[in-house]
């Protein structure tokens, strides 16, 4: 039986409860898909399911790549009683807000800048050896590429390099998704810019803000997937 001092863990079944839950019709509270959220990430875990998650792996991945990202967003933009819903079918939208009672709802969607380079990183922490803190690829670099700079373990990388590639990393995301089908909707752009610490974020609105002026979305934000981390808006 749980208790206080033993709470029952997060498992692979508490995260399908999760699913249902966000996923059915009226969808949740941002104040609750906040709960949700922190259980997993204070809840006792498998090790074996936080690496799962980490490397985006079924069933982990939707709350690795939309619930955690527009949880981080909603709940430091919008309040408490806002609604979301995670539709979880592969079709964009990745998530509908419904920010008043009656409002019409707004679509969320949401794309990982350097999301191959983060899951490589992963990687390296399940290979118990030196852990890349940021892996400088592109997303298209072959899998013998990673596994080379994975193989060499931690390596300095110049803040410029690290600007460079992360600002090419969002471009490259953004024509992704120019799409008249997003007309109105809110774009969320994952990026480990947590990796370059001491750039500021007028730097980055200034590196794409007109890029993401000419989109077709209402809103467009770029955001680390780490909780607490700056969340900047390009439009």
């Known amino acids: 039986m749980a208790s ?3 709470p029952d863990p997060f498992t692979a ?4 409860e999760v699913y249902a839950e966000i996923s059915a019709e009226g969808g949740v509270t941002v104040a609750t898909l906040r709960e949700r959220v922190t259980a997993f ?3 006792p875990i498998a090790d074996a399911d936080i690496q ?3 490397e985006g792996k079924k069933p982990w991945k939707k709350l690795r790549d939309e619930v955690v990202p527009v949880e981080h967003f909603l709940s430091a933009e919008y309040p408490d009683s806002a609604r ?3 539709p979880l079918d592969d079709q964009p939208p990745d998530a509908w807000l419904t920010p008043d009672p009656g409002a019409e709802p707004i679509g969320i969607e949401v794309t990982g800048a350097l999301a191959r380079s983060v899951i490589e990183t992963a ?9 890349p803190g940021f892996i400088a690829l592109p997303d298209d670099a072959t899998k013998e590429t990673f596994a080379k700079v994975r193989d060499r373990g931690r390596v300095m990388n110049a803040r410029t390099s690290v600007d460079r590639v992360i600002d090419d990393a969002i471009t490259n995301r953004m024509a992704g998704k120019d799409h008249v089908k997003f007309s109105g909707h809110i774009l969320l752009i994952t990026a480990p810019i947590g990796s370059s610490p001491n750039r500021q974020t007028e730097a ?3 590196a794409h803000a007109a890029a993401a002026a000419d989109l077709p979305f209402a809103e467009v934000f770029v955001l680390d997937r780490a909780r607490g981390s700056p969340i900047v808006r390009l439009k």
């Not at 079944?13 to 399908?16: F, G, I, M, S, V």
């Not at 990687?123 to 852990?131: H, L, P, Q, R």
């Open 4 to 6: 206080a001092e033993h």
């Open 84 to 86: 979301v819903r995670f």
């Open 41 to 43: 990430s204070t809840l």
């Open 13 to 16: 079944a508490t995260l399908a």
């Open 52 to 54: 799962a998650f980490r």
């Open 204 to 206: 980055l609105v200034e």
């Open 123 to 131: 990687k390296s922490i399940a290979g118990g050896k030196a852990v």
